[in-house]
């Protein structure tokens, strides 16, 4: 077995039983990092030597019997959303190329402060927009699984990094299902937390009441661990969440004997791939066999989901991505004829095709005339998804779904019809407009070998009962055994 | 809803995008697709329902108003396109 073939944990406990150094590890990772990425492109850049140079740090502190925490020394990588300081961060985006953050997310700053070292940054959908990551400005990145097809996205080079080996652990974000769709579609586990559970601080703002940063890794007690490290309130986000931060280990193992797990008959839509279907419904008759009670749920304003997102989030994002103006940072095209026109160009030479139809999709809902019949009409269609959930929740543990209706689909196949990129995250998207936590974990394969992923949605801050849901799933399959054949 | 190449330049004027007449034609077609997609929620009747702004934020939360230290200008400024002195430059606004 390779180095990079562990699990996060058991990296980390080779780690501190010192079976291996951070640096062995470090390097098993560059190593594989350039054997495949070639092929799979999920690094947009690489950090070799702040990455060599924090492992050294953590083998040194190990030697001298004092490790930051039960991590230290596992090497990671974050999505390109994410600021690095001293590091380069696009975004994706041929905006912010050359952009050289001064500080650190605070994501990224805890997992310097619990040893991580931080290989580099990873291919994602410009600014967050897409689910394939094929609006990169850097080419897309592809699925270790089938290299023709799309990882998902936007945090498509999160998800592939893992399904290809080169890295333990990575950090994604999602606002309408980036995080989960990529897992999905790779054999990978991800974690959408509650909505101000892991701090915005630093995080390229997409849409800010829908954004939430998470882990992604290969296995539920990874995942569980890293969130360990970014879950807990952060003042310089005000949008972060005061709450307790439990012991996301503890309760792992205690199985779901006696919990009760919500199908809603909605999610199951016309279009799915039966082959997603068969694996899913195959999955909750596991649920049962292991104790868990099914409860048949109705979640009526789900089919509004969809169009209620893609109001909010285009609006949230035609005003964040107002400060790429060419004035502070990033691209600014040359030789304009005054200041309006410096703007106007700037933009169009620096964001790419589906960034501008959200900007323009977002200014059009907003503007005067059609701001209540579009961007207000669908915040009240959210009040009525959370109350739809909020129902659900009186009656039941967590809610249980498909996570994508599709298995990865081919490069290129949707990238010119926006509607039908769009349906992508129809599963996904209702528990950001409800600002819920949402993990997707491995439940099957198609027949042609593609992953299926298995969507889980809890109550607000309760990450720890879906962790322990996921694990006991987990525990009975192989699944995350399997590797990408690359 | 159909979108007109004239509204598709308008709304790029708002949002400060200078769309060749080519992208201008196709934000056209697409963006009325996707209207006419999200216009099912006019189906909805959502008289006396709250908007939700944020999913778990009862109020907006302000910290102490108290003085910390912020970025130096040099650090402000590394990664301006053009500079003078402490200043970012921007093209003549006034002729």
């Known amino acids: ?486 | 809803m159909k979108l007109t190449v004239e509204q598709v330049r308008h709304v790029a004027t708002l949002a400060r995008l200078s769309l060749t007449s080519e992208e201008e034609t196709r934000y056209a077609e697409q963006l009325s697709a996707i209207l006419d997609a999200v216009n099912q929620l006019q189906e909805l009747d959502v008289s006396g329902v709250e908007p939700t702004s944020h999913a778990t934020l009862a109020s907006s939360l302000l910290r102490e108003d108290v003085s910390r230290p912020s970025l130096p200008p040099e650090k402000s400024l590394a990664n301006a396109p053009a500079k003078v002195g402490t200043s970012f430059a921007v093209p003549k606004i006034l002729e």
């Open chain 1, 1 to 486: 077995m390779q180095l990079t073939d562990l699990t996060l944990l058991e990296l980390a406990a080779k780690l501190a039983s010192r079976e291996t150094s951070s640096v062995e590890a470090t390097q098993a990772c560059l190593a594989r990092i350039a054997q495949v990425d070639g092929k799979v492109k999920a690094f947009l850049r690489l950090d070799e030597h702040g990455a060599l140079a924090a492992a050294e740090a953590s083998d040194a502190r190990r030697k001298d019997g004092n490790p930051l925490g039960p991590l230290d020394g596992v090497p990671v990588a974050v999505k390109d959303i994410f600021l690095t300081e001293g590091v380069e961060t696009t975004c994706a985006s041929r905006i912010l190329e050359g952009f050289v953050p001064p500080y650190d997310a605070t994501s990224v700053r805890l997992l310097k402060e619990a040893g991580l070292p931080i290989l580099g940054k990873l291919n994602q959908d410009e600014f967050a927009m897409g689910s394939s990551n094929e609006s990169s400005a850097f080419g897309p990145c592809h699925n270790p699984w089938d290299l023709t097809r799309t990882p998902g996205g936007s945090s498509g080079g999160s998800a592939a990094a893992l399904a290809a080996r080169e890295v333990f652990g990575t950090l994604g974000t999602d606002t309408g299902g980036s995080i989960r769709q990529p897992a999905a579609l790779t054999n990978t586990v991800g974690l959408k937390p509650t909505y101000g559970r892991v701090s915005r601080y630093g995080v390229i703002s997409y849409a800010s009441s829908l954004d939430a940063p998470g882990p992604m890794a290969r296995t539920v007690g990874d995942v569980a661990a890293l969130l360990q490290v970014l879950a807990r309130h952060d003042p310089l986000d005000s949008t972060s969440a005061p709450a307790d931060v439990p012991d996301y280990l503890a309760d792992l193992e205690h199985g779901v004997a006696g919990l009760r797990l919500g199908v809603p008959r909605e999610y199951f839509v016309e279009g799915m791939d039966p082959e997603v279907e068969a694996s899913v419904r195959a999955a909750l008759k596991e649920y049962e066999r292991l104790g868990a009670t099914l409860v048949d749920l109705s979640l009526p304003h789900t089919k509004y989901a969809l169009a209620a997102y893609y109001l909010i989030a285009p609006a949230e994002a035609s005003s964040n991505l107002a400060r790429y103006d060419g004035v502070r940072y990033g691209h600014r095209a040359r030789d304009t004829k005054g200041l309006k026109d410096m703007y106007g160009l700037t933009r169009d030479q620096g964001f790419g095709p589906e960034v501008k139809r959200r900007i323009m999709l977002g200014t059009y809902a907003l503007s005067a005339g059609y701001y209540d019949a579009y961007y207000l009409r669908a915040q009240k269609v959210r009040t009525l998804i959370r109350e739809d959930f909020a129902k659900a929740f009186t009656q039941v543990d967590a809610v249980v779904t498909p996570t994508s209706p599709v298995p990865a689909f081919k490069l290129g196949e949707k990238v010119n019809d926006p509607l039908s990129m769009y349906l992508m995250d129809v599963c996904t998207l209702p528990c950001n407009l409800a600002g819920l936590p949402g993990l997707s974990l491995p439940c099957g394969f198609t027949k042609a070998g593609l992953p299926i992923g298995l969507q889980l949605m809890g109550r607000p801050f309760d990450e720890a009962k879906l962790l322990r849901i996921a694990r006991a799933f987990e525990r009975e399959h192989d699944y995350v055994r399997r590797q990408a054949p690359i």
